[in-house]
């Protein structure tokens, strides 16, 4: 397995719930350094890697750490742990799942319990909801959890690591979005094993708690006062069964990253990231959003004076499971495209549409 992949998986099995991101932050920040000229991170832990900082024009490309996760919201007499959502957890897949809950002092091993199908009400059976979802960590009272160290507020994350599959692709927990963390990280080491120098300051920036309302991206946006930023998340793979084309439009995992319109989205600036694209022969899909984006890209391009702002997409299937899955191809053709375009980029470059 070659270093970039060692890295992807450690990433990726690492857990880092909204919030708590601290450990893959410093798991990110130790991979990029040896390619970047400086990095820091802000008070809620966004990471940035800064390459050429003296420049004047400021160029983002930015991806989010946090992962959805639980939060321990009520302890039973008897044990059992209820929870409510930190992001967009799925109810409808938790029962069954295994889980680790995060303490002060260590990580304690759980279930999401759920009654065998003998005892169910035939069609009149109950789903799964946020009220009678539950945890079992093998206690017996309230005060047994409690000297295991958990308590209201402790987060909870689904127990699964990436594997691959069939070759082709990734699969695993938290692909959204911390395998734009490791696309961005290998832009900088692109970048960094060509010697390229850069005419412009690059922040490359791994975002805190994008799950709960792009919160992270908007305080780095502030901070850094970007000219411009290339944004990278996940889109729906809609091809998978279940999904409505018509009202969600067709992105297919291996057709290459998805480039998406909407009034967030500068239109000048996805045009130079579709320029680079067709002079490289890289492949790419569009998309387009009726109002924000619902990504980072939101936050940057509403910031400070306004922020020429684009995002660049990989396909997901199945996004919020525990089996995100993503193909190869394009997380490799995401790479290639974000370092296109800052190899292409001219900061003299006019980003008015009117003059």
Not at 196 to 214: D, H, R, S, T
Request: negative net charge; aromatic residues 10%; hydrophobic residues 40%.
């Amino acid at each position: 397995m070659q270093e970039n992949e060692k890295f992807l998986y450690k990433y990726l099995n690492n857990a880092s719930p909204t919030g708590f991101e601290a450990s893959g932050q410093q798991l990110w920040l130790d991979y990029i350094k040896p390619f970047v000229d400086q990095h820091f991170t802000d008070s809620y832990g966004t990471a940035v890697g800064v390459v050429n900082p003296d420049a004047p024009f400021k160029v983002v490309i930015e991806a989010h750490a946090d992962e959805i996760s639980w939060f321990v919201n009520y302890i039973t007499p008897e044990g059992y742990i209820y929870v409510r959502r930190n992001g967009g957890s799925d109810h409808m897949i938790a029962p069954s799942m295994r889980v680790n809950i995060h303490t002060d002092e260590k990580i304690i091993p759980g279930v999401f319990g759920w009654p065998a199908i003998h005892v169910r009400k035939g069609d009149k059976e109950d789903k799964p909801s946020l009220e009678n979802i539950f945890i079992d960590v093998g206690a017996r009272s309230k005060e047994e959890v409690e000297k295991m160290g958990i308590h209201v507020g402790c987060v909870a994350t689904f127990k699964d690591e990436l594997i691959d599959l069939n070759g082709k692709f990734f699969a695993g927990r938290a692909l959204d979005n911390r395998v734009g963390g490791y696309m961005i990280a290998q832009v900088l080491k692109k970048i960094h094993d060509a010697g390229k120098k850069l005419p412009f300051a690059l922040y490359v920036v791994n975002a805190v708690q994008e799950e709960i309302g792009l919160r992270g991206a908007q305080m780095i946006a502030a901070k850094i006062k970007p000219n411009v930023a290339v944004i990278t998340d996940v889109c729906h793979d809609t091809t998978a069964p279940m999904y409505n084309k018509i009202t969600s439009g067709e992105q297919v995992a291996g057709a290459g990253p998805v480039l998406t319109y909407g009034a967030s989205v500068h239109k000048k600036l996805l045009d130079l990231i579709i320029g680079a694209a067709n002079k490289r022969k890289i492949p790419f899909q569009r998309a387009a959003a009726s109002r924000g984006t619902g990504t980072d890209t939101d936050a940057f391009a509403y910031s400070n004076d306004g922020v020429p702002s684009a995002l660049i997409s990989l396909p997901l299937k199945y996004m919020h499971t525990t089996v995100e899955t993503a193909s190869k191809k394009d997380i490799d053709s995401v790479i290639d495209l974000i370092t296109g375009f800052l190899e292409d980029l001219d900061p003299d470059y006019n980003f008015k549409y009117i003059d």
